[in-house]
Structures are given as structure tokens and as C-alpha cells.
Nanobody, 122 residues
Framework: QVQLVEFGGGLVQTGGSLRLSCAAS????????MGWYRQSPGKQREFVAS???????TYADSGKGRFTISRDNVKNMVYLQMDSLQTDDTAVYYC????????????????WGQGSQVTVSS
């Protein structure tokens, strides 16, 4: 059974940085794509970034140039480094594990982390 546990998040001022971490446990995790999504109050959960087991990354336009996703297949960890944070980045961020090699749409995710609150103040 796959389990995802997130670490990090918190309160930061505009222009600041935060790093989210996600520890994955379960069989075959290192073979599958992982990623991050976020959800703001009143909005649908949206894709932020994903990374394949080989390290190929994909970003939503909102995070390109500011966010960096990475993973450690030995430790079964995935990270999201967020720089130049803006108030629009305020949301609950969720780690996700794909059913397979890619991760984009929400229905491609088989497991979710508990969510980490990120609040960016002006």
C-alpha cells in the first residue's frame, strides 16, 4: 500500500522561498512519476509540476522559472523548491504518485499526500 507524507510549507512573504518534501513508501514507487498539485479555497485542484522516474520534468505555466521539482529514487522522496513566491501561490499543496510513467491530469494520480498549507503574505 502506497503512502505519501508531506513536510514543509508554512508562511512566507512575497518574494520568499519554501521547499516542500514528500516521502513515499510502497512497492515500485521509484518506477512511477510523481508530482505536486495545489488547491486554493473555492478553486479546483490544479497541476503544479511532475517528474518521471528518469527525472524528466513538466511544469504548469504558473510555476515555470520559479519552481523546481526533483526526486531521490533511493530515498523515495520528491521535492518542490518554490522561489519568488507570490500571493497567488497561496494554497494547499499536495504530493501525488502516478499510476504509471506520467503525471498530469488528476485522474492519473493513484495516491495523495495529506496536503501542506503554503501562505504567501504581501
Amino acid at each position: 500500500q502506497v503512502q505519501l507524507v508531506e513536510f514543509g510549507g508554512g508562511l512566507v512573504q512575497t518574494g520568499g522561498s519554501l521547499r516542500l518534501s514528500c516521502a513515499a513508501s510502497g512497492s515500485g514507487v521509484h518506477l512511477k512519476a510523481m508530482g505536486w498539485y495545489r488547491q486554493s479555497p473555492g478553486k479546483q485542484r490544479e497541476f503544479v509540476a511532475s517528474i518521471t522516474n528518469r527525472g524528466q520534468t513538466t511544469y504548469a505555466d504558473s510555476g515555470k522559472g520559479r519552481f523546481t521539482i526533483s526526486r531521490d529514487n533511493v530515498k523515495n522522496m520528491v521535492y518542490l523548491q518554490m522561489d519568488s513566491l507570490q500571493t497567488d501561490d497561496t494554497a494547499v499543496y499536495y504530493c501525488a504518485l502516478s499510476w504509471g510513467l506520467d503525471l498530469g491530469t488528476i485522474d492519473q494520480a493513484q495516491s495523495w499526500g495529506q496536503g501542506s498549507q503554503v501562505t504567501v503574505s504581501s
